[in-house]
């Protein structure tokens, strides 16, 4: 009877989408069939959004163009009055009246910033960066926009690439959860004006540049692009985005904008995508950079190998008719793609009411309210990962007099990070600010500014091209190091806000030294000869080389850019009010030629044994150890946890039977605390090799002090299929180990054979 009643939902549900869908097709086909030629390439067109003034939307370039049909949306253009504005034009003064779609870059937030994507990862919470999303989405949406190019879930493993920053770090399993979760935040079911769609990015393997050198080439094997690059982007497809954007770099000789393997074979036929493809900005004109032809020819490559929409540079709109005349793409190539595009404004509502996110009185109810602030703050506090906390130095106390310096403590304007086009900056908390909130009268905060964010003042300029730039203190090094010295020595402790600028990461930021600048190390190198305690407080966009400071700095919080609420949540922590609880979702190396260095690495014919730095003839370096400073899923906390009496439910298995890994986890320290209970899986015997382990679960613990609990994991034969040689997705029996513990490196273990 239950069985009957599912399957009758089932069947209820699966004919509501058919319907659904078919009255989806009637309706643009009918559409379609009123279009002109130029009117479908219109569709195709994305360009920025240009000189629009809302008063005289109509006459502006852009406007002039929307009116002719050849504009499908607009992107970075915000406010909902002048949203609607633009739209006017395209329902009322374009002869077919089709609404345009409104792009973004709402990465982490939208004018409440939540943390860096790669902070926001170390929170290893799926609920609260879904809540991110969301309230990104809700703010988004109250200014008018529909659409936004997040997530981007690029793998990287090279902090040297400064967007690293905007992704969710070097694992495919957390990165994959987290593409689910952004996804479900921003797009619920696009019934309500609250939800946008998702435009997953940048496909494929951005995150594989060499060298880290942004935009560089990017080649790798297929084994290792299906198994360790591709799933997250497939994760945001399986979760319904709307909405791809492929990369700028090429990928097996082929930039990514021409691939039809990537879009066409991976995307559209093996994982069944249904949503629009959209190119990176300039991708398609970029491609004559690389060497594939000349616009008209780049532009009918892109549209033939998978891409809907072009960003900017208008070569479809300028070269396709030309090329449908003289048989270089056909009409169905076109027609397939703005069919794609139409549909995307379909489930959005947009032919339904093209002014659905046009509600102007939402913004001022909406957007960077207290309850959004509340939660921005909340979830930066449980994204920082306390790398260091020698004598527990912290938390600190509400007391005595602190001496607070560095480049980045007295600075709102790079505390929200890299993509952040809707923050205020002048509304974002700084650290100083955090902290005298946080003690009120009863201590006493000093500060200076100890040195500038680095010695070489066009590094600094570079850095700064592109918003936030530092001002520069005219002071010497040496003056600054006297002030920041002379506070220290009326202090009780020390806190250091240093790292990195925000614009020192992100796009086109590639750093080929990943230590914290020299000015500021000089100062630390004079602070830590004080003799008092001295508490780092990180910002950084990617993983830092900072094996001296890890080695002569007792305690060191690394608070990426923690948003618009960063100073406050930077306070809570400091202060004990927040136990952190981030796990780190990259490897930190200890010098620059170590990288790549990830934990999932394989064995090699030659392994160094543990514990070992150097045996001849064996996979290492002369002059360094095959260690990290800090291993993947590493994060203190002002509590111990202990792991102990890991038990499988069974050695031997068979088939589709499941397994049963529990652990006892203890909170033995004097505080309640929250700790990411890890599970890896090592497959011992393959038919290809196979990583040293693998991320293949994961539950955040809250766990009162004193308290112990039980914590299980349960393993089925899918989480251990990988794809072979072949790309054949299964698993192979055989042995495997079962890890868990609070990072990669300290784990319990047991064994298990698993037969088909
Ligand atoms: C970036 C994308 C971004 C796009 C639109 C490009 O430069 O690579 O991530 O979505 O610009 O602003």
């Not at 309850?371 to 990962?385: P, S, Y």
């Not at 030629?593 to 003839?617: C, E, M, S």
């Not at 203890?666 to 605390?673: A, F, I, L, R, V």
């Amino acid at each position: 009877m239950k069985k009957f009643f599912v399957l009758s939902i089932c069947f209820f549900l699966a004919v509501q989408v058919f319907s659904q869908d078919a009255k989806m097709n009637a309706f643009i086909t009918n559409l379609m069939s009123k279009m002109t030629l130029d009117e479908k390439i219109g569709q195709l067109n994305l360009p920025g959004s240009g000189d629009i003034v809302t008063g005289q939307a109509s006459n502006s370039d852009i406007g002039k163009k929307i009116k002719e049909g050849n504009v499908g949306g607009l992107f970075n253009i915000k406010t909902a009055a002048k949203i609607r504005a633009v739209q006017k034009v395209a329902v009322e003064q374009s002869r077919l009246k089709i609404p345009l779609i409104f792009g973004m870059d709402v990465i982490h937030g939208y004018e409440t910033v939540f943390p860096i994507p790669l902070g926001l990862s170390c929170s290893w919470d799926m609920k609260e960066i879904e809540t991110s999303a969301r309230v990104a989405a809700t703010e988004a949406s109250a200014d008018g926009i529909c659409w936004t190019f997040s997530p981007m879930v690029d793998i990287a493993r090279d902090p040297r690439w400064g967007r690293i920053a905007e992704g969710n770090g070097e694992d495919v399993y957390l990165g994959s959860q987290i593409a689910k979760a952004m996804v479900k935040g921003y797009q619920g079911d696009f019934s309500k004006n609250t939800n946008i769609m998702a435009c997953v990015k940048h496909y494929a393997m951005y995150g594989a540049a060499e060298g880290g050198r942004d935009y560089n080439t990017t080649d790798m094997s297929r084994v290792r692009m299906f198994n360790e690059y591709l799933p997250p982007y497939k994760a945001a497809v399986d979760a319904g985005a709307g909405s791809v954007m492929v990369s700028f770099n090429e990928v097996d000789g082929i930039p990514a904008t021409a691939n039809k393997f990537l879009m066409t074979d991976v995307l559209r036929k093996q994982w069944g995508f249904k949503g629009f493809v959209v190119t990176d900005y300039t991708g398609t004109n970029e491609m004559i950079e690389h060497g594939l032809g000349d616009l008209q020819t780049v532009s009918a490559l892109a549209l033939k190998a998978g891409i809907d929409m072009d960003m900017v540079g208008e070569g479809f709109l300028t070269t396709l008719k030309k090329s449908l005349k003289e048989g270089r793409v056909t009409q169905a190539q076109i027609d397939n793609a703005c069919r794609l595009v139409l549909e995307a404004k379909y489930k959005l509502g947009l032919f339904d009411n093209p002014y659905k996110y046009c509600d102007e009185k939402r913004a001022s109810s909406e957007i960077f309210t207290d309850a959004n602030k509340k939660t921005a703050r909340e979830i930066a506090a449980d994204c920082f990962v306390l790398l260091k906390n020698q004598n527990n130095i912290l938390p600190l106390k509400k007391s005595g007099t602190i001496a607070l310096v560095g480049p980045l403590a007295d600075n709102k304007e790079n505390m929200p990070g890299t993509w952040s086009v809707a923050a205020n900056f002048e509304k974002s908390i700084s650290v100083i600010d955090g902290l005298k909130e946080a003690v009120g009268s009863n201590a006493k905060i000093l500060y200076a500014k100890g040195s500038n964010l680095d010695n070489d003042s066009l590094f600094e300029q570079r850095a700064g091209m592109f918003g936030k730039s530092f001002a520069r203190d005219g002071r010497t090094n040496e003056q600054l190091i006297q002030e920041a010295l002379s506070i220290a020595s009326q202090s009780d402790v020390i806190v250091a806000a240093v790292g990195e600028s925000a614009e020192m990461t992100g796009e086109s930021s590639s750093r080929s030294n990943i230590e914290i600048p020299e000015a500021q190390k000089e100062l630390l190198k004079a602070l830590i000869k004080t003799g008092k305690p001295v508490v780092i407080v990180l910002f950084t966009g990617r993983p830092l080389a900072i094996k001296w400071e890890n080695d002569n700095v007792p305690a060191i919080l690394n608070v990426w850019f923690g948003g618009s609420e960063a100073g406050h949540a930077i306070a809570d922590v400091l202060f004990g009010d927040v136990n952190p609880s981030g796990k780190l979702s990259t490897t930190w190396p200890q010098n620059v030629g170590q990288i790549p260095l990830y934990y999932n690495h394989k064995n090699t014919g030659r392994p160094l044994a543990d514990g070992v730095w150097f045996q001849k003839f064996r996979s290492n370096y002369l002059d360094v150890s095959n260690d990290p400073v800090y291993p993947f899923g590493y994060g203190l906390s002002y509590t111990n946890f202990s792991y102990s009496d890991l038990k499988l439910s069974s050695t031997s298995l068979k088939g589709n039977e499941k397994l049963t890994a529990t652990v006892t986890l203890t909170n033995n320290g004097m505080k309640d605390g929250k700790e990411v209970v890890q599970l890896y899986i090592r497959d011992l015997v393959g038919s290809i090799t196979r990583p040293v382990k693998e991320l293949k679960g994961f539950q955040k613990i809250f766990l009162k002090a004193g308290e112990s609990k039980t914590v299980s994991f349960t393993i089925t034969p899918d989480d251990l299929k990988f794809y072979n040689s072949d790309l054949k997705y299964d698993w192979e029996a055989g042995d495997f180990v079962v890890m868990i513990g609070g990072n990669s490196r300290d784990v319990k273990s047991g064994k298990v054979n698993w037969l088909k």
